[in-house]
């Protein structure tokens, strides 16, 4: 860390700084400049007395240089880490194909939809139970009963179910029926949720906040690591912007960019992103070029009657195009679904 | 609600959504202008299924009419929420001047500060016990400990106070302390924690998300009201953008804004918006001169000691100069901190 | 166009819309719902007048329908456009491979690095001189100068050249010398400088402003089209966003985006968009799997004593590699660089 | 400046990186830490060659101290600027208040609004000639016509007059016939005609874009002022923000951010920051609140006949009671209008 001194700091100020800096357990290391003085803070800077110095009397900005996450770090753990759902593989060229509709509505809708995206090579089933909603009259999701048909659909066509979590009481309960958790982009940062996710025994897609920078989110996925649970898949799924034509704005970069500082797989959701259907498909390909570990997509058979989110589910047959051009590009990327 | 119909749309397309409008229970009202053909939809837009009309084809954009909240709308009541915190009213031209460290961290301490803000003019004391920490790392709050302190501290100085709450089975010990919940930035949607509090018979802050609309902020607050709870305080605490300078953007517009459409009483966050103790007095002032019910302002009596958010905190002589300029303009715009 | 009536207007106001609506050479077409009234109004909304009924009492919202673009639509243009950049097509499955340094700065210099570019399979050359610039302080580019050197150096090495062109008085200039017109993101709605170009008889490749919508972008084609030059590619380059650790964020959705409403061809740049040689191959690579008609990309050989931008450019070894990659992705989606 | 070197970096490479310091004229400061070697580089960080470190092998990041603008930084000018723009005097606690119609239509018509505003307390005349409109098929305003209109209608209302300035062709033309010089949103990076007014002997106002953050405002100011011409008064006018209710979000925390670091005056326009008549009132009270040298207001008697933006003005009535809060504001912060 790096304390930058203002030019009109007095001799007496700038002593008192070098005063905290050693009180905190850091080493200082003044150099003097042509226009400005600058403290070297010598130590670890993530402990949490390090947020103080910015209030420090005397002191104009504070420089960090090291990231603030460790177990999330690819300096913590050099090889790319493989997350297992149910027995998919995810990530190190393991690629994670994410399909099912926005919400479970009955079994018959789940289990018609889960036939056709199988068939095509999805190898993980998604579905909503419990639904955040922007409006409290929006439908809010089958609860518990949409965790059951969940997993017996799952189970008939040999898929792992991943299912959306919102509240840490629902984490035991989610455990039990699903084989993995998702945490939605609004929940990225209820911390009390990914604590309890931390205690948690199955694997978390932990989705990027509308808001979340990438530094963010690598942040709560730290949350979850240091509670214990290793098994963390990021999602990039599009961020608020100015575009007014796309839901929201799908940050591909953030693929290459996670995958330079974490080990931690990453895939990508081009439904929410774009919310166009007609963008979805193109949007998978990039991600799999950019060398993301995996898409979810939604996909439902009658959008026009989905209780949720309909307008930007693909169709079946839409999904089944998606998958080939998929497999095209990841055989030319080196990657592979399995 | 208007659906507008593709130009290459075909009549049994047309005939298709005109008859699923029906099925739903609206009526169609069908214009057919030169280049496009628009139907009308006549009923509630807020029920459920009228969210899928989006995914009816033939259709290539679903144009909204009405607002999708009820009770937190001017047109639901005319005239502006007086909200009760304690013995303190806000709104209807009743400042809320809420002050107070960012965390408890002592009796000692939070006493100190609360007798130089109470002495400036402050009504209502602030303090963190469940704090939401981007890093696991850092400070995390003193729990129900720092809840008691609070209450301790607000009674010593007959002010009524507030603190976040964050994990919906947290309510009730927050309930049982507080006079009223603050719902942060990070859980503007967790819909699991507003509906707790929608049962709560505590009034509740709730802050703007930092990607959140001015819309999404009201269908929040709908959450709540819909809940059965009346008492809901907003606040603008600025929003996530480029600009790099400054923690956030204020965005003092939602001030007016939210006014226009909402009977609920909103205050102003300079200190997280700015994250800049030289910005602060200045966008207090403005806050009132825009017309909002109050400000909330972070003030620790030692910033460089703080545990948490130190470096955006005033001290307490510029908020004994904060509330003369408040006081100045409040009277200027026809309001008064009582 | 459809006009939205506030519930509380009276029926003289109503009168009044429908009248200035007669007044203006549009058709009124009045459909009373439950909570509002609403006038479709039918006849051409691009006509300047239509811009005025939102300051009509008793309006509550415009909303509109068509696009305000014309000759930049695939309306008016089913087959993607395709461009010639001297012998180089651009669109229609022909892939531009734009490379170069930020600036020219010598004949050696550039010349050295065509050498590079040219052999890895680059087919226009690129290279600034006259650069946009933050600082007044920052090095301007070589002028004329430079314009001359780029096309030897083109020449040289069969590639046509694009070049930025700033000023609306340099334009001949520009056109003299180079093979394509570019202008840069903070000119993008210049429109004195899109006037003199739609006068040109160069092509042009036009640059997203970093606030800019696709819609905007669309319209700024359309000002280059309707003035006569039908030669337009687009070119994605990142707008600015919340997120701190790329330059930009590069909106790769804009690709399809634009393609299903405009015929025009679009390429993209990662270089600007990221600002980071470590997310560059990437986001080519994506850009190519979401369906660009082409990549642009800054390459230095000596990245730390180039004048301008230096940081950003790839290696020639990198961009080696970035070819045989995009050539594998490009045959994966049918596409090809000539 | 400040290079953070890479934690697994050579020592050849370190050597290096010390020698390109050198080389250019810096003299290094090498501190090794725990975790990061960092090198202070001690010399004028703003010379042009300072940028090319982040290129250098081995550097990880390199951090700014210094700010890149000088003849605009309260450094270089501790006093507040005040800037003439004919008789009235504009910062150090005066007022400019500018309003007019978004363009000039015709003699009546401006004369006419120039009457109501004057009489209401306007001491500048605003009106553009030249519009840069986002569209080719709008209204683009009646050139030198337009200008002349502009100066007999401030002559005859004892005003001074500002119009905006698109094409560095135009600065002598408008030079002529008004008394400021105004730069767009869209033309705040236009270098050339910054470059191009820094020649002109008239001030400008310099309006942020819509993406710029405050640093670039002020860079683009130092343009100006680099280029001999030092009465630049600069206005905040909203940045592109996700918030879809407003047209741009008002950044008024700019007001108080650029006081700090410039001696330059700063006025806010809320008509074009919200676009909407029922929130510009309470913007320019919290402008002034906030410290701002000014606002700047389209007022026009027939919005729904306005040739250009009619939506966003405000009525001469609503303009009347805007000019009585602002009075009664200013002098509750010390500022008055002349």
């Known amino acids: 860390m790096i304390l930058v001194i203002r030019p009109d700091a007095t001799e007496a100020q700038i002593a008192h700084v070098i005063e905290r800096v050693e009180e905190l357990g850091f080493r200082p290391h003044v150099s003097r400049g042509e226009q400005r003085t600058i403290i070297g803070v010598i130590g670890d800077e993530r402990k949490p007395q390090a947020e103080t110095f910015g209030a420090v009397p005397g002191v104009e900005q504070v420089l960090h240089i090291l990231k603030p996450f460790k177990l999330a770090s690819r300096?913590?753990?050099?090889?790319?880490?493989?997350?297992?759902v149910g027995k998919v593989r995810v990530g190190g060229g393991h690629l994670a194909m994410v399909a099912g509709p926005c919400a479970v509505e009955s079994f018959e809708g789940l289990d018609c939809i889960a036939g056709h995206v199988k068939k095509a090579g999805a190898n993980i089933l998604r579905g909503g139970a419990f639904k955040p909603r922007t409006s409290p009259y929006a439908f809010q999701g089958m609860g518990e009963e949409g965790l059951k048909i969940l997993r017996d659909v799952g189970d008939k066509h040999d898929m792992p179910v991943v299912t959306e979590v919102m509240d840490p009481r629902?984490?035991?309960?989610?455990?039990?029926?699903?084989?993995?958790?998702?945490?939605?982009?609004?929940?990225?940062?209820?911390?009390?949720?990914?604590?309890?996710?931390?205690?948690?025994?199955?694997?978390?897609?932990?989705?990027?906040?509308?808001?979340?920078?990438?530094k963010d989110l690598l942040m709560s996925a730290e949350y979850v690591l240091a509670g214990g649970n290793p098994d963390v898949v990021l999602c990039e799924r599009g961020v608020r912007?100015?575009?007014?034509?796309?839901?929201?704005?799908?940050?591909?970069?953030?693929?290459?960019?996670?995958?330079?500082?974490?080990?931690?797989?990453?895939?990508?959701?081009?439904?929410?992103?774009?919310?166009?259907?007609?963008?979805?498909?193109?949007?998978?390909?990039?991600?799999?070029?950019?060398?993301?570990?995996?898409?979810?997509?939604e996909v439902h058979d009658c959008p026009e009657k989905a209780l949720s989110d309909g307008p930007q589910a693909l169709l079946p047959d839409q999904f089944v195009?998606?998958?080939?051009?998929?497999?095209?590009?990841?055989?030319?990327?080196?990657?592979?679904?399995?």
């Open 170 to 214: 629902q984490v035991s309960l989610v455990e039990k029926w699903a084989d993995m958790f998702q945490v939605g982009a609004r929940n990225m940062q209820n911390f009390d949720l990914l604590k309890e996710i931390g205690q948690a025994r199955k694997p978390v897609l932990l989705k990027r906040g509308m808001s979340a920078t990438v």
């Open 321 to 338: 195009k998606l998958m080939q051009d998929v497999r095209k590009l990841a055989s030319a990327v080196g990657a592979q679904v399995d």
């Open 75 to 84: 300096e913590f753990q050099k090889a790319d880490s493989v997350v297992r």
């Open 241 to 297: 912007s100015f575009e007014d034509s796309t839901r929201n704005m799908l940050d591909l970069s953030a693929v290459p960019n996670v995958k330079g500082q974490s080990h931690l797989p990453i895939i990508v959701d081009p439904s929410h992103a774009t919310g166009r259907p007609d963008l979805i498909p193109a949007m998978a390909r990039a991600a799999v070029a950019a060398g993301a570990d995996g898409v979810h997509v």
